[in-house]
């Protein structure tokens, strides 16, 4: 949904908004205070207001310029760059702002992949997506789930910090390197070895806003704002590999409950929580990964700041559940009566919250009347999108050439097309080349290291990644012909480590019905159109390419009685009947929930990441074809007839990917979905 900008604030006249918008920077750049302030000057006369706009960025996952690189092209829906252009159009539109940013800012593109891991940063370099920050003028931001993924050591770098954990050096032998000019906040991550937090739980900074008195007229005011933030305590399972036995996490409701009223009495006058996690109405637990909906409902939090679920709030037509609980309104951007935005991914939005401020003579208070809250897109309504701001890219352009130049690197040939326009459906020429690398590598380690599980048969899972959630463009999609390594990382998208877990057939069975649930159940009685896919997200849709091990899925059924004649060679599995599993360390640690994998079956955690293992593959076997890498499906739809259409969203203008695929079921009811993502609507005749 594209969510109009307003005209410039009634809050100031037009004529001034250009010298208010000078002034307002200069005071800006005031330094952040430190704990032990004291009250809000008594100068400042009652009935006073202040305007104050907090701008949220989100899930950034370093795009910072409009590129893809796994496709090698541009990509102009996306980007840090376009994003910049909002918050300046922001900041000439309200006199006082104060920009965050929520997480998940420094992994996600093979740009930050190279930085980390490829050619890792020496410490007086700064990090490119931090770079790009650092020249916005940030105020503050948080940690997100992903920016573990790199491990604590670089985190600790990138971030300018220094952890006093196991297994990194005391801290006074480490280097402050190069880091954001902007302070990081995290209130709920702590570290084994001392149980002190990593990062400062929160900040109060100290601004000096433009303002109006009682009579209006302009004055200046200090406003002193708390900043806390929160990461999914989930990290723990999800990057088990770098935290395990290292940091432990608490719950964000319960530091929000210690630390909100400090923050208030060391002279916070509002308190904004930037937390990365989503809204979930189960009842509460310390570990839960999206626990916003609760800390909502903490005394004292004025504004949250949200993201990691990829998504767009405020948004009136959002038909996802997360939205739709009680208690929150989806279209002014409340929850539990506390403005909240949530501002998409990879820089397509901003969020805004314009908060109205009003001194009683002894302390500032939000006035909820004056509140309104959007999420601001980089395309317009007629499809084009803002330009980009101008000053991002000279900025990073080594670290961009660099990037190009690695991962055109040549490793092997195919001679098919390997996409997931159709992996939902089975078409597993994106897929079956990822499961044989995993397998062979497992394979070899369990020959040469593990001769105890030597009799054991060994499988692969892998899933989707790309799956159209952002897009027609949001499909894996290597053409037949050279491959370089930006196609192994359109095939593999994740930073994951390779491991090996021990199953039986009763753990095969649950992973397999977990996976299904990706699928809505289908009534066949329905005449109504049925989307056959879920809310359950791609990367969580594990499947085998195996051609002795087969399975149907019965999608009339309920999530948990889906799976239909699971064979191996031919005969049924057995519960007890034993086999080694090549899968990623998310996977293996808990991540997804899948029943029974919470790190226990693990025989093999591998250092050597699922992308390196596949290039590797590639190399050795150096030409893929469709007939030994390409064409192994396990698993089908059971057969069912329905009243009505079963529809499907994939990329506009793919139908013959999906004939050559082997899925004749298929045929398009519209080329043209509507939603303006160059998606078309298919029909699946599941009776065939």
């Not at 530091?255 to 937390?275: F, T």
């Not at 326009?421 to 020429?429: I, Q």
């Not at 085998?544 to 064979?567: C, H, M, P």
């Amino acid at each position: 949904m594209k969510f109009q900008q307003p005209a410039l604030s009634p809050f100031f006249p037009s004529t001034a908004t250009a010298a208010v918008t000078v002034a307002a920077a200069a005071l800006l750049l005031s330094a952040c205070s430190k704990p032990g302030l004291a009250p809000a000057p008594t100068s400042v006369p009652a009935g006073s207001t202040v305007e104050l706009a907090l701008l949220e960025t989100t899930d950034l996952h370093s795009n910072i310029r409009s590129y893809d690189y796994y496709k090698l092209k541009e990509d102009p829906a996306i980007g840090f760059e376009r994003t910049l252009s909002l918050i300046k159009a922001a900041r000439a539109e309200f006199a006082n702002t104060l920009l965050f940013d929520n997480g998940d800012a420094i992994q996600g593109t093979a740009l930050s992949d190279y930085q980390a891991i490829v050619k890792p940063l020496d410490c007086a370099d700064t990090a490119a997506m931090y770079k790009a920050m650092n020249m916005a003028g940030y105020d503050a931001a948080s940690i997100g789930n992903h920016e573990f993924n790199y491990g604590l050591p670089f985190l600790a770098q990138v971030t300018g910090s220094r952890f006093n954990v196991e297994g990194m050096p005391a801290v006074n032998e480490q280097r402050r390197c190069a880091g954001p000019g902007f302070p990081m906040v995290l209130a709920n991550l702590f570290s084994v070895k001392d149980r002190q937090s990593l990062y400062q739980p929160y900040v109060i900074l100290d601004r000096k806003f433009l303002a109006r008195d009682s009579e209006g007229k302009t004055i200046n005011a200090n406003v002193r704002i708390g900043v806390i933030g929160f990461t999914p305590p989930t990290i723990l399972s999800w990057d088990k590999r770098w935290l395990d036995g290292k940091v432990y996490t608490e719950g964000v409701r319960e530091m929000a409950q210690k630390y909100v009223p400090e923050m208030r009495a060391k002279g916070a006058d509002i308190v904004v929580a930037i937390s990365h996690g989503g809204l979930d109405d189960a009842p509460y637990e310390a570990t839960m990964e999206n626990g916003n909906y609760y800390l909502a409902q903490v005394p004292g939090i004025d504004a949250m700041l949200i993201g990691h679920s990829h998504q767009v709030f405020p948004n009136s037509a959002s038909t996802v559940a997360q939205f739709n609980l009680p208690g929150i309104d989806k279209s002014r951007g409340l929850v539990h009566g506390v403005p909240t935005v949530m501002a998409n991914f990879w820089g397509q939005h901003l969020g805004v919250i314009k908060l109205g401020l009003r001194y009683d003579g002894k302390s500032w208070a939000v006035d909820k009347n004056k509140t309104l809250v959007q999420a601001r897109a980089v395309k317009n309504a007629d499809g084009s999108v803002i330009a980009a701001d101008p000053a991002v890219a000279p900025l990073i352009e080594t670290e961009h050439q660099a990037t190009i130049a690695y991962v055109k690197t040549p490793i092997g040939n195919t001679d098919f097309r390997m996409s997931s326009f159709f992996a939902d459906l089975g078409d597993v020429s994106a897929l079956q080349v990822i499961n044989q690398a995993q397998t062979e590598y497992i394979a070899a380690y369990i020959k040469a290291s593990l001769p105890q599980y030597a009799k054991l048969p060994v499988l692969s899972v892998s899933s989707p990644f790309k799956s159209g959630f952002a897009g027609g463009n949001d499909y894996t999609d290597v053409a037949a012909g050279s491959m370089s390594i930006n196609n192994a990382a359109d095939l593999y998208l994740y930073p994951n480590t390779v491991y090996a877990v021990k199953v039986n057939g009763e753990d095969l069975r649950r992973w397999l019905e977990t996976s299904a649930q990706r699928f809505s159940k289908i009534d066949v009685n329905r005449k109504e159109a049925q989307n056959l896919i879920g809310n359950f997200a791609g990367y969580n849709f594990d499947m085998f390419t195996e051609k002795n091990l087969n399975y149907e899925i019965d999608v009339t059924q309920d999530a948990g009685k889906r799976i239909k004649n699971l064979s191996y060679q031919g005969k049924p599995i057995a519960a007890a009947q034993e086999f080694i599993v090549a899968t990623n360390n998310y996977r293996a640690s808990g991540g997804g929930n899948f029943p029974g994998l919470d790190g226990s079956k693990t025989i093999y955690a591998s250092p050597d990441t699922n992308r390196d293992v596949l290039i590797q593959y590639i190399k050795a076997h150096r030409q893929l074809s469709k007939l030994q890498n390409g064409s192994d499906r396990s698993w089908k739809f059971a057969r069912v007839s329905t009243a009505g259409p079963v529809t499907y969203r994939s990329a506009s203008g793919k139908l013959a990917l999906a004939q050559a695929a082997g899925i004749s079921n298929l045929s398009v009811l519209q080329q043209d979905d509507g939603s303006g993502r160059q998606m078309s609507l298919y029909q699946l005749d599941l009776s065939k």
